[in-house]
């Protein structure tokens, strides 16, 4: 549709939602959100004690 202020520019179709969406830490639980920090904060220390050690 062609407006008055129209620049001659088109804009992007909007993109549609995939079906099946990928994983999301957004979705996840406080409880599982916690648990994932807690794992990566062992895997961290884990590996910087590899490195002192």
């Known amino acids: 549709m062609v407006h008055a202020h129209d620049h001659g520019h088109r804009h992007a179709a909007p993109a549609a939602a995939p079906d099946h969406p990928g994983w999301s830490r957004l979705r996840l639980s406080a409880g599982s959100r916690v648990g ?12 910087t004690l590899a490195v002192i050690v």
Request: proline content about 0%.
């Open 36 to 47: 994932l920090a807690a794992i990566l904060v062992v895997l961290l220390w884990a590996a």
